[in-house]
C-alpha cells in the first residue's frame, strides 16, 4: 500500500538520504559535513531544510521517496534563519562556503511571488515505476493551490534526462537554462521547470 505523510523529527537519516539522492553534488559542493548540517537542519522548525516542509512516501510501511518544498511566503520568512542556522551548525567551515551558500541562494531556489517551490524529489531506485513520483508530484501541486501559488517552480540538473522527461509528462515546461560555477573549474548546470497552476 502506497500513503504519503508529512515528515517527523526523527526521519531525519531517510531525508538526508533521500535528498542526497536527489542533489549528489551537495557533498562535493558544501564539504562533508553537510550532511551533519542537513540532519541538524531537518529535525529544526523555521528552516527551509525542516520536516515541517517534508513529505515521504512509503510502500508497505517502508520509505521509498520524499519531497521538500515551499511556498514563497517561507522562503522569506525562513531563508536568512536558514543561512544563519547552516553557519551555526557548520562553524568556521561553512562561514568559509558562505560565497558559495550565496551562489545557489541567488540561482538555484529563487522564485516569485505567487510560486511554490519544490526543493527536493527523490525515489528510491527499486521503488520507481511505481507511481511514488507522480503522488509525491500531485501532493505539492494540491500544496501549492492551498496557499494561493499560481506556479509550481523546480530546478533540474540539465543532465538528469529522466527526470526531465518526467517533469515534461507533468505538464512542466522548460524556462531557462543557468549554470553555477564553483572553485576549481567545477561547473553545475541547470534547468528551470514551470507548471502554470
Known amino acids: 500500500m502506497l500513503i504519503i505523510r508529512k515528515a517527523m523529527p526523527e526521519d531525519s537519516q531517510s531525508f538526508v538520504n533521500l535528498f542526497l539522492l536527489s542533489a549528489p553534488y551537495f557533498p ?10 542537513l540532519r ?57 562556503l558562505t560565497p558559495t551558500y ?19 524529489v527523490a525515489v528510491y531506485e527499486i521503488f520507481r515505476g511505481k507511481g511514488v513520483g507522480r503522488l509525491l508530484m500531485q501532493l505539492a501541486e494540491d500544496e501549492a493551490k492551498n496557499c494561493g501559488s499560481m506556479k509550481i517552480v523546480l530546478d533540474v540538473e540539465r543532465g538528469n ?15 531557462v537554462e543557468f549554470h553555477i560555477s564553483l572553485e576549481k573549474g567545477f561547473c553545475l548546470n541547470f534547468l528551470r521547470m514551470i507548471k502554470v497552476l
Open 161 to 175: 534526462v529522466n527526470a526531465i522527461n518526467f517533469y515534461r509528462s507533468l505538464g512542466f515546461e522548460e524556462n
Open 102 to 120: 550565496l551562489k545557489f541562494n541567488n540561482t538555484v531556489g529563487q522564485f516569485e511571488k505567487g510560486e511554490y517551490y519544490i526543493s527536493n
Open 40 to 96: 541538524k537542519l531537518f529535525q529544526r522548525r523555521k528552516n527551509l531544510f525542516s520536516y515541517e516542509h517534508t513529505f515521504f512516501a512509503e510502500i508497505d510501511g517502508e520509505r521509498a521517496g520524499m519531497l521538500l518544498g515551499y511556498d514563497w511566503n517561507t522562503k522569506n520568512r525562513e531563508n536568512l534563519n536558514t543561512g544563519l542556522m547552516l553557519l551555526r551548525f557548520g562553524g568556521f567551515k561553512m562561514l568559509l
Open 28 to 37: 562535493i559542493v558544501f564539504g562533508k559535513n553537510i550532511v551533519y548540517n
